[in-house]
């Protein structure tokens, strides 16, 4: 005991405050408390707010009515809401065209003639400009009367296709509006990995003899994995979020074929003749979780090649 | 830091005192006029009341036209101002069920309103309640190109095998008979309602906008199918769903589209495309079923006032003086509309009068399908019609689901 008492008395060092005991381990924290605080309020927080209004019915007037899972049992049995999913997947699929588009652009423009930057800057100017602008320009592009598009039709012999107002291609027209701008962004992220392929590569790939083709899938695609795989998430995350173009476009018709879930939602909850706030909670709520599969996906993803890195 | 804060607080009640005693004499108005002639109507009606009021102050916010759909939501239940424009009918029912309109009853029975306003009282009484001031309506009808009708030696139908027999000729003639744009679906709405008036009439058409009859009733099924008679032998502009209504003038003002069944607004697009008065003939939506009395559309314009008011007593001055028949008719010149207050005098111009003498020996008056029937209903309803005007054949399977909407929207 004697000992234990000595050694303290000998080595006990000058009495530190607890802030800097623990300055190393609170810091961060402190440094993270802004942004999480916001983080918190505008969206987790209201996550949970939405999860918790889809269980009522809601104008958002008068007194909310418990119906528990009511909206969703609504949501198995509406027709609406199938075409919604339905389009939702098509804009997955029909979307994804933007990454290989992109990359082919890129690819096509990574040379060195006089004026490239001014070619460049071009092709990137559909993403500059806003999505209501090009929802408005495709529309014109499309219009019956006086687009452009009819008229070709017409010239090869289909008869004048009015795309917005037909069910069948109603949803194709609209999201080759949105590849529009969304190939542009995919070829500016192309055009900076492009950049960065290590010229000895393709050097020592060239003496193997690899070429064209070949050299692209075993060379140089490889080395632009970390561009394809941001390309891949905005343009899912693109495709899930496509609200301005349907709205701009076609307000969901004809007679409501054109939706998509986020559209959906704000028809139910806040146009003009909504105002079912926990219905559009609860289509909210399935886009989220939609969205979650994906995110996880990536998040999972990003994680892995960190720890592997 | 105490003096500080007291001082704070000591300003603060000043500032308090200070807004309460500006508000005394002062009213709030909140308008959706963003376009032309409803914000010169309103100018021309704030300017009057200013004038007959000296005492009292007006402030006046102007909201664009859809924005203001859900703006009104927020500004009611947060900062209510005193005045407020809306719709009658359905429309203006979450917002009296919220208890967030006030009860003007007293004023109607003081101003003696139900004598002159009666025309429209029904579409702004609740629960035996008035809620709001009619203070302008239109008519709907059928416009079209009287040029065009006289050069084929046509006469405006009267009855339905008579309008048959037109759109066919004129079908023949390379002509689409009617013109619409369905984009913004309430075009469609006008159509509904006015084969649903035709066929069945009006108190059928009350009932079932009132949700008592179901959409698979047979009597419902012989509206659709009598339309189909026009949708089938494609009767209306092809592409009609890509159009919002305004783009499919200039088909009508070009030739291409004999008529337009329209509200009275249209015809300032018409001759803003370049047609003069006398190319534009009106006329009263044909009969239909012999027997069937004839009711119109004719929606109606209002203004309410808020529950949470701040200054009831001016804002009730200010209804009182937009009831009057002269700001009615001032208001009805520049809006090119009709005033309510029978009173009033019309405004000297063709389809004015002609829509005036229709209206007022209407069997009844129809609000429109949007403002009669509740807004989920009114919804599913249009989108429906827009769906049957072009796939007809799709009938059956619309009205089941318009059915399972009513089941759930009157429950």
Request: with cysteine; aromatic share 14%; proline share 5%.
């Amino acid at each position: 005991m004697s000992t234990a008492f000595a050694s303290d008395a000998v080595s006990a060092p000058p009495r530190r405050s607890f802030w800097r005991r623990h300055q190393r381990r609170i810091a961060p924290w402190l440094f993270l408390a802004p942004g999480a605080a916001m983080f918190a309020v505008y969206v987790v927080i209201p996550i949970f707010q939405s999860i918790w209004i889809s269980f009522f019915q809601w104008d958002g007037l008068s007194a909310k009515l418990w119906v528990g899972l009511g909206n969703y049992a609504e949501l198995l049995g509406d027709e609406a809401f199938y075409t919604s999913l339905n389009n939702n997947i098509l804009w997955l699929v029909f979307y994804m065209l933007a990454v290989p588009t992109g990359l082919f652009i890129a690819i096509f423009l990574n040379q060195t003639v006089f004026g490239i930057r001014v070619y460049k800057s071009l092709f990137f100017f559909p993403f500059v400009i806003s999505q209501v602008v090009v929802g408005l320009i495709f529309s014109w592009f499309y219009a019956p009367n006086i687009g452009l598009l009819p008229q070709i039709t017409e010239w090869l012999g289909f008869g004048k296709i009015a795309v917005l107002a037909d069910e069948r291609f109603v949803t194709y027209g609209i999201i080759a509006a949105g590849l529009w701008p969304q190939i542009a962004y995919c070829m500016i992220l192309y055009l900076t990995g492009l950049n960065n392929v290590s010229p000895d590569q393709v050097e020592a790939g060239r003496l193997d003899g690899a070429k064209g083709l070949k050299m692209l899938w075993y060379v140089i695609l490889p080395q632009l994995r970390p561009a394809t795989f941001i390309a891949v998430v905005v343009t899912v995350i693109g495709a899930l979020r496509s609200f301005d173009l349907v709205s701009i476009m076609t307000d969901g018709g004809p007679y409501g074929s054109s939706r998509v879930l986020s559209f959906y939602m704000y028809e139910q909850a806040l146009s003009e003749y909504g105002y079912r706030m926990g219905y559009g909670a609860a289509i909210a709520v399935v886009l989220f979780l939609i969205m979650m599969v994906f995110i996880t996906g990536f998040i999972w993803r990003m994680v892995r090649d960190e720890r592997g890195g | 830091m105490h003096v500080a804060l007291k001082t704070l607080a000591l300003g603060a009640a000043a500032a308090a005192m200070m807004s309460a005693s500006a508000l005394a004499g002062e009213i709030t108005i909140n308008t959706d006029t963003s376009d032309p002639a409803p914000k010169a109507a309103f100018q021309a009606l704030i300017d009057g009341f200013k004038a007959a009021n000296p005492d009292v102050t007006v402030k006046w916010n102007q909201f664009d036209h859809e924005g203001y759909k859900s703006a009104i939501r927020n500004f009611l239940t947060a900062d209510a101002p005193d005045i407020v424009t809306w719709y009658t009918g359905n429309r203006m029912l979450p917002f009296v069920k919220a208890g967030l309109f006030a009860d003007i009853s007293d004023l109607w029975a003081a101003n003696k309103m139900g004598e002159q306003l009666k025309s429209a009282e029904s579409s702004v009484t609740y629960d035996g309640k008035q809620w709001a001031i009619p203070y302008s309506y239109y008519q709907w009808g059928i416009y079209y190109r009287a040029d065009i009708f006289k050069e084929k030696g046509l006469t405006p139908p009267k009855t339905w095998d008579e309008l048959l027999d037109v759109c066919a000729k004129l079908k023949a003639d390379g002509i689409a008979p009617f013109a619409i744009g369905s984009k913004p679906l309430w075009p469609t709405a006008g159509w509904f309602d006015y084969m649903d008036l035709r066929v069945n009439g009006y108190e059928f058409h009350m009932k079932l906008t009132n949700g008592e009859i179901p959409y698979t009733d047979d009597r419902v099924k012989a509206v659709f199918d009598k339309w189909a008679e026009l949708v089938k032998p494609g009767y209306f502009i092809e592409n009609h769903a890509a159009l919002d209504w305004q783009e499919a003038v200039p088909l009508f003002d070009q030739g291409k589209a004999a008529m337009y069944l329209m509200g009275n607004f249209a015809v300032d697009v018409m001759k803003n495309g370049g047609l003069s008065e006398d190319q534009i003939g009106f006329a009263q939506f044909p009969l239909i079923t012999q027997d069937v009395p004839m009711a119109e559309d004719a929606p109606t314009e209002m203004v309410a006032m808020a529950a949470n008011a701040k200054n009831k007593e001016d804002g009730a001055k200010f209804l009182a003086y937009l009831a009057l028949p002269e700001t009615q008719a001032e208001m009805n010149d520049i809006l090119g509309q009709l005033p309510v207050n029978n009173q009033s005098k019309v405004a000297d111009d063709k389809f004015l009068q002609q829509g005036f003498q229709m209206l007022s020996a209407a069997h009844g008056l129809a609000q429109f399908y949007d403002r009669d029937a509740p807004a989920a209903m009114a919804k599913a309803g249009m989108e429906g019609f827009q769906e049957f005007m072009i796939k007809p054949d799709h009938e059956e399977a619309i009205l089941e689901r318009l059915e399972k909407v009513r089941q759930r929207v009157y429950k």
